[in-house]
């Protein structure tokens, strides 16, 4: 059964090759959900679609120091 929660279309960076210590991205109703390829079981930490792009919007452009 499929909720409105239940991601989608799960995808990690092309930058990662065939890396397994990275995160992937997946698809909500509302939104994203992100989770550690390391413990997929672990779960997942959802985002709206707001929060998903400021994000991002932080990552471009290099708010975070890295």
Not at 1 to 29: A, D, F, L, Q
Not at 33 to 48: C, F, S
């Amino acid at each position: 059964m499929t909720t409105p929660h239940t991601p989608s279309g799960w995808r990690k960076s092309s930058y990662s090759g065939t890396e397994t210590n990275c995160v992937e991205v997946g698809r909500i109703s509302d939104g994203a959900a992100v989770r550690d390829t390391k413990n997929r079981d672990a779960g997942y930490l959802a985002t709206t679609l707001c929060q998903w792009s400021s994000f991002i919007g932080a990552v471009k452009a290099d708010r975070f120091g890295g």
